[in-house]
């Protein structure tokens, strides 16, 4: 266990939905990234904070937003669902995640189905 | 274009043999990671490698680092079947963004 959270653990929804996965940090770190992992794109990095701002940016869709709120957890925002989304998300987190080089823990991930 | 390659994609061996897994990486970086991933679960941190020539391990597994030579391995000595996985390498540049290769599934036979 890494002690980084994901809810849920599955979803299922339809085309041009609207989701929210949600991911709590390890306690203590600050940084939370979001990654994607399909079978034809593999894993990808989605987007990172860092004390509730955003830090970098990836392949993102821009159907697609992020946050971290006050209290360090981060959801993740899709919109206009598409089956193309359908993937697991990963959460990851880490101390400090500025220039630290430090292991990122990840999260169980949330297993999204477009249907 | 960075690109992040692993070889092989796919390993079947038996227990008590020796493998290597190779991770060629084309843009410079001073650190690469090593996670390995069970079906259906998260990603684990094995390694995390900061320098050039490093080496680390951890039990049947050893990783070590080239930055010169843009390349990480990650050596299996003496394969049991609980090592079967897939293992990922990851790299990572100026920011802390991780960029993966697609992943070796090993997969160790009795």
């Known amino acids: 266990d890494s002690g980084v959270t994901q809810t849920p653990k599955h979803l299922i929804t339809a085309t041009g939905q609207r989701v929210t996965l949600r991911c709590s940090p390890r306690?203590?770190?600050?940084?939370v990234y979001w990654y994607q992992q399909s079978l034809d794109q593999g894993l990808q990095f989605l987007i990172q904070?860092?004390?509730?701002?955003?830090?970098a940016k990836g392949n993102i869709l821009e159907r697609f937003s992020a946050q971290q709120f006050p209290d360090l957890h981060s959801e993740l925002n899709l919109s206009s669902l598409e089956l193309g989304d359908s993937a697991l998300y990963f959460c990851?987190?880490?101390?400090?995640?500025?220039?630290?080089?430090?292991?990122?823990?990840f999260g169980p991930g949330t297993r999204l189905l477009v249907l | 274009e960075l690109k992040v390659e692993q070889n092989p994609l796919f390993l079947s061996m038996q227990e008590g043999k020796n493998y290597t897994i190779y991770c060629n990486y084309s843009?410079?970086?001073?650190?690469l990671y090593w996670y390995r991933q069970d079906p259906g679960k998260s990603l684990e941190s094995l390694f995390v490698?900061?320098?050039?020539?490093a080496v680390k391990q951890e039990g049947r597994l050893m990783a070590s680092l080239d930055t010169k030579a843009r390349l990480s391995t990650l050596h299996i000595t003496a394969a049991v079947h609980d090592l079967s996985a897939t293992y990922f390498c990851?790299?990572?540049?100026?920011?802390?963004?991780?960029?993966f290769g697609k992943g070796t599934k090993l997969t160790v036979n009795p």
């Open positions: 990851a987190s880490s101390e400090k995640g500025v220039g630290s080089k430090e292991t990122q823990y």
């Open positions: 306690s203590g770190d600050l940084s």
């Open positions: 904070y860092y004390n509730g701002e955003e830090r």
């Open positions: 843009t410079t970086s001073d650190r």
């Open positions: 490698l900061l320098s050039n020539g």
């Open positions: 990851a790299w990572a540049g100026g920011s802390e963004k991780l960029v």
